[in-house]
């Protein structure tokens, strides 16, 4: 004999309305971040070519048309990567006062002021020749990284990014120590009140191989499982959050954002009451890109979904290349 349920979950998602009511997570464009590559000696945008839509910038009105193309959409916070013109062993470039990345946020600043929020990415990767994230010696007939040498310099960098006005520094080495250098050298030079949002949690990704393509910072000998983190692993999560947190970290961050899903909410769990954001990183952009022009996926649901899940793991912010996209979705009305 067939018998009837008494408890019925399916009343609560009986329709739109109700779902919507007893929705428990939310995307809002104000939790998002816009990475932006912004490239020296062009004149007009490139676009990437793993990474369908998004575009190197020059130093132009181009780059500036799009921040406000963004801030249009209801974006009010971008992180910024540079691509120098010039590379060498110790990153000169990356601490230049008229680096490129030192040029962008003094062009943005000028003319958006406090509207928008600017995030730079420390790092040295993009800016040497060998393309560590870390300044390199010779040791035992081999190439190793010189962790604490590669401080002074990332402090340097983060300091000279302040001076040009950015709001938030993020330190992306993955290098010991980074962020009590760049906390000690902000402080020093009296900007108490820059952030620094720490990738504290990086892993050692693939996803990333679009990015290096972008960036040109596929790094020339070696690789970067030495200071970024073994996909294996769950719990060394905790001791880069809890180091990153006593050096003075205000934002951390997992990267990447749909892979590690578990980690995100293994961090938001154990140090709750820190701000946690997420990198929807190149080659999770790029997968969904790929399937959605081949018309194997609806991209505007596959991203919205994924990126919902995201939140729904832990993260208060993404990063994500999908920004602008995501911004004008959620004016329509989720597809949920
Ligand atoms: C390092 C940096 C990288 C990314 C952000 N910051 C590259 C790397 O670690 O190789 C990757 C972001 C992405 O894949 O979207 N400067």
């Known amino acids: 004999m067939v018998t009837f349920p008494t408890l019925r979950p399916r009343r609560l998602r009986k329709n739109k309305l109700v779902r919507d009511l007893v929705a428990e997570t939310h995307i809002s464009e104000k939790n998002l971040i816009l990475p932006i590559f912004v490239k020296e000696n062009i004149n007009e945008p490139e676009q990437i070519n793993s990474m369908p839509g998004i575009y190197r910038y020059p130093l132009n009105d181009k780059l500036l048309n799009y921040v406000q193309e963004s801030y249009e959409n209801g974006i009010r916070s971008i992180i910024l990567f540079g691509i120098p013109a010039y590379k060498d062993d110790i990153a000169s470039s990356a601490y230049d006062k008229n680096g490129v990345i030192q040029r962008a946020v ?5 003319s958006f002021k406090s509207k928008i929020l600017i995030i730079t990415d420390e790092c040295t990767d993009e800016y040497t020749s060998h393309g560590h994230c870390g300044l390199v ?11 604490d ?26 290098m010991d120590g980074v962020v009590k250098a760049i906390r ?14 720490s990738y504290s949690v990086k892993y050692a990704s693939i996803m990333y191989g ?49 892979t590690y899903l578990d980690i995100i909410r293994l961090i938001k769990d154990n140090f709750p009451e820190y701000p946690l954001a997420a990198y929807h ?14 018309g194997w996926i609806d991209e505007k649901t596959a991203v919205l979904e994924i990126t919902t899940a995201i939140r729904r793991a832990g993260a208060d912010l993404i990063i994500t290349y999908y920004a602008n996209d995501i911004a004008k979705w959620i004016k329509e009305g989720v597809p949920f």
């Open 137 to 147: 010696k010779y040791q035992n007939e081999n190439y190793v990284i010189d962790n």
């Open 281 to 294: 990183v190149s080659g999770e952009y790029s997968m969904i890109k790929a399937a959605a022009i081949n």
């Open 184 to 197: 000690t050298a902000l402080d020093e030079a009296g900007f108490y009140d820059t952030l620094i949002m």
């Open 210 to 258: 679009p990015f290096r393509e972008a960036a040109y910072s596929k790094p020339a000998f070696g690789d970067r499982r030495g200071y970024q983190m073994d996909p294996r692993n769950a719990y060394e999560a905790l001791k880069e959050a809890r180091l990153d947190i006593e050096e003075g970290a205000d934002i951390l961050m997992v990267k990447p954002a749909h």
């Open 149 to 174: 040498e590669s401080l002074r310099i990332h402090a340097k960098i983060a300091l000279s990014q302040a001076e040009a006005g950015a709001d938030i520094v993020a330190p992306s080495s993955m």
């Open 106 to 110: 003094r062009m943005i600043k000028d």
